[in-house]
């Protein structure tokens, strides 16, 4: 542990009067609500996506592609929320997810339109709307449910916590990093117990457990996730690492990892998703070959 840290009293009454550090400071405040007034932006269809390719926003975009390649009229508009720039604070997004998170996405088939907040409720509203990615057995459907409200209640430690820690606090602090480190490895490990003896998180058929649990566990097992594969010994974990690949594989989880993502390989950036037809004309490689340079 540090100077600094060993040397820190916790006062009697915490007060946000200093900058907590680390690349979200700028952003964090200890309260929520709209900081500005902007309203989103809405297009064609009935589903307004707004979010970001973080693991949360992936699990959203990956459904609604699942949805598409199954055949099912779930076509969408995924609009990029900026996070770095608190986008999430507009009244406009407040006004769809009063948490400032995302993703958030509306519903304009219903009257009114629908709001839908958490990315485990989307998942569950999109697959009984559309009976899909669900069981429809009593069993199946609750096994499926287990896993799916596992990874919602877990992934803060893998998020908020040892990614934190690990990657953006603003100097490496030992036992936090152990402390996280230690909770991360467990819950790889209940997974890699659960899929020795299912394909599926769910059971034998992909679900949305599958959909909500591949951005964040399947991420972290394949390497993508804080660079900390290696770290991590993720190659330890063989039934986690068939699963992964398995899911990585799948089209449409392919287009789903595309969609509002700002950074990279430009060519995987499809930073607006409209239509089918803009991962082919609209990703960001092209967006940039077509705009004139200037001298």
Request: avoid cysteine; glycine fraction near 8%.
């Amino acid at each position: 542990m540090s100077e600094k840290q060993s040397n820190y009293t916790v006062p009697r009454v915490w007060r946000h009067d200093k900058q907590s550090g680390g690349q979200f400071a700028g952003i964090n405040r200890p309260y929520a609500g709209a900081r500005y007034d902007v309203e989103l932006p809405v297009g064609e269809h009935d589903y307004q996506l707004y979010s970001l390719a973080t693991p949360n926003g992936v699990k959203v975009t990956v459904m609604f592609e699942e949805l598409l390649e199954a055949g099912h009229a779930a076509e969408y508009d995924a609009w990029p929320i900026n996070i770095g720039d608190g986008e999430q604070f507009s009244s406009g997004f407040v006004a769809v997810n009063p948490n400032s998170k995302i993703p958030a996405l509306v519903d304009r088939s219903v009257v009114p339109a629908q709001r839908l907040f958490e990315s485990g409720s989307m998942l569950l509203y999109l697959a009984e709307r559309y009976g899909a990615f669900i069981p429809g057995e009593s069993a199946a459907r609750t096994e499926t449910l287990n896993w799916l409200f596992w990874q919602m209640g877990s992934a803060p430690y893998v998020g908020g916590g040892f990614g934190h820690f690990y990657n953006y606090a603003p100097e490496p602090i030992e036992y936090a990093i152990d402390r996280f480190t230690m909770e991360t490895k467990r819950q790889l490990d209940v997974l890699d117990r659960r899929l020795a003896e299912s394909a599926y998180l769910g059971g034998a058929d992909y679900s949305i457990a599958d959909i909500a649990t591949w951005p964040w566990y399947g991420a972290l097992a394949l390497g993508r996730l804080y660079d900390a594969g290696e770290f991590l010994q993720v190659d330890e974990y063989e039934n986690l690492q068939r699963w992964a690949r398995a899911i990585d594989a799948r089209p449409a989880v392919r287009r789903g990892r595309m969609v509002n993502r700002l950074w990279g390989d430009p060519s995987e950036q499809l930073r607006e998703r409209h239509a089918a037809s803009d991962f082919e004309h609209r990703t960001q490689d092209k967006i940039e070959a077509a705009s004139p340079t200037l001298d």
